[in-house]
């Protein structure tokens, strides 16, 4: 029969393991539940999705031309300086 010293670690290593264990089957079965609901977009959903990206993507980089524009002669003056 195995002594109270030998049972606190097993337990402790139990505790330990469940702690990564339950997590990772909690994910891995709300993973498979989502792939499972999840359907093929049709073509125009598809297409308003693909459009709203593209408008996106184009306000984001005017957004940062704007900025390099504006920052470039603010660096030239700042470096200008030395």
Do not use: H
Not at 30 to 48: G, H, M
Not at 68 to 77: A, G, T, V
């Amino acid at each position: 029969k195995p002594d109270q010293d030998e049972l606190v670690p097993r337990v402790l290593a139990m505790e330990s393991l469940d702690f990564i264990v339950k997590p990772a089957t909690e994910f891995a079965r709300d993973s498979i539940r989502l792939i499972k609901r999840c359907t093929k977009p049709d073509r125009s959903e598809f297409t308003k999705v693909a459009i709203a990206t593209s408008f996106g993507f184009a306000i984001m980089g005017f957004i940062g031309f704007f900025v390099k524009l504006i920052f470039i002669p603010i660096n030239n003056i700042i470096v200008g300086l030395n």
